[in-house]
């Protein structure tokens, strides 16, 4: 019996996606699992997998098509039977207004409204769809693509151009001065994907009752611990410090269900799995991973993991099961050197953690009843924001207390 493939939904807030390709064509075998076609949705270009195997009955919307989540984009069943299913999505042509003041530098594309002769370009929808957005002018870029076609490479390219044509420049004007050169203004189009964080983070901090607590972590064993590791992994398979946080996170969580939850009217829902995200930087944004059921998996797996999930979606090509489902998140900036940091929830989560840099800072030590004595240690700051509606400080406290047993006794993490 024929299955109707339905546009997927990726995260609460997503509304609809542009259907950029189609993978397979009317008449091709597929398999379950097998990519269908790529949509973009504000966050990213997404693999969309068939759901049934057999042949390709029909394709319901065409490429370039914006549709709603849950409509149907495509029939899949036996070969020779009979569908017809017809599109729900709305048509409606948009139009974009064009700016009264053009930009005056002729070395980058023009800011103008969706005109004739854009709409004559040869160009592959995604490009259309990036060009509009960034109101750019198609008939001004050069195609790389077959016959000339204007690509995403291209428009990525020409806006780069922009931003590069508008970096400020250094005047010498004499043996005595120096003059700056004052840069004009710039005006551009958000991405989609900046849009949809800050549509989501508003709505976070206007609707939930933040608070934070911080706690600062002993990490001298588990660096040592990843050290160890280390030494026997091949290169594309070291572990990093966050694969170690993000084990120990899932395993506390276990301990503080409250905070693997989410609210819903008047009941809190402890959610069975835990799926631990993970916060990417993406071109344009951020955008969180998920790692299903992390308290169940091994410290190797979990970096494999984290590895092809945010390489995926720095490539713009994440999968849906990629970003979807997470129970937890964690944003880590410790790469960047930063101390410590809040962050906003993610919701519908009760929680989130922030995590520090691991620095080395004198530490006053006392042991066997010696006197204290200053050495060098390793610590580590993090912050967790957590949902008032849910929780409160005190089981925040115990949180972090807990997370402290396993990253500061790693070992526990192996048994």
């Keep these: 019996m024929a299955e109707t493939i339905n546009m997927p939904k990726l995260g609460f807030d997503m509304a609809e996606g542009l259907l950029v390709r189609w993978v397979k064509q009317v008449g091709e075998n597929i398999n379950k699992g097998d990519v269908l076609a790529e949509i973009e949705t504000d966050k990213a270009t ?14 319901i919307v065409d490429q370039g098509t914006m549709v709603p989540v849950n409509a149907p984009i495509a029939v899949v069943g036996a070969e020779g039977e009979k569908v017809d299913v017809k599109p729900t999505t709305d048509d409606r042509p948009q139009t974009t207004t064009a700016p009264q003041t053009p930009p005056t530098t002729d070395s980058v594309p023009q800011v103008v409204s969706i005109s004739e002769a854009s709409s004559m370009v040869k160009a592959s929808p995604l490009a259309k769809k990036i060009a509009k957005d960034n109101q750019l002018d198609l008939s001004r870029i050069q195609g790389t693509g077959p016959g ?63 608070f934070y607590v911080t706690h600062e972590y002993k990490m ?18 070291k572990l990093s410090v966050n694969d170690f946080i993000l084990k120990a996170v899932a395993l ?9 939850a989410t609210i819903k009217g008047n009941e ?47 490539e713009g090509k994440v999968k849906p099961e990629d970003v979807d489902g997470s129970t937890f998140s964690t944003s880590n900036l410790g790469m960047y050197e930063v101390e410590e940091f809040i962050a906003i929830v993610n919701p519908p989560e009760a929680a989130i953690l922030a995590i520090g840099s691991a620095k080395e ?55």
Aim: aromatic letters at 4%; charged letters at 25%.
């Design 46 to 59: 997404v693999e969309v997998e068939s759901s049934a195997s057999g042949v390709v009955l029909q394709l």
């Design 148 to 210: 000339g076609r204007v690509v995403k490479k291209d428009v990525e390219a020409a806006l780069t151009r922009t931003i590069t044509d508008h970096r400020p420049q250094t005047m010498v004007s004499g043996p005595s001065s120096i003059v700056f050169a004052t840069p004009d203004d710039k005006v551009f189009q958000t991405t989609k994907l900046r849009q949809a964080i800050g549509r989501r983070l508003v709505e976070s901090k206007q609707t939930i009752p933040h």
């Design 220 to 237: 001298d064993a588990a660096l040592d611990m990843r050290k160890q590791a280390n030494a026997y992994l091949p290169d594309n398979e």
């Design 252 to 260: 506390t969580l276990r301990q503080f269900p409250n905070l693997n």
């Design 268 to 314: 809190v829902i402890q959610f069975g799995h835990v799926n631990v995200g993970v916060a990417v930087t993406v071109p344009g944004g951020l955008m969180t991973v998920v790692v299903k059921d992390t308290d169940q998996k091994s410290l190797r797996q979990i970096s494999a993991e984290v590895k092809a999930m945010a390489g995926r979606a720095r």
């Design 361 to 415: 800072v004198p530490v006053v030590v006392r042991a066997d009843g010696r006197p204290p004595q200053l050495e060098i240690g390793s610590r580590m700051k993090a912050t967790i924001s957590v949902d008032h509606r849910v929780s409160d400080g005190a089981e925040a406290a115990q949180f972090m207390q807990a997370l402290a047993g396993f990253l500061e006794n790693p070992v526990r993490m192996l048994v």
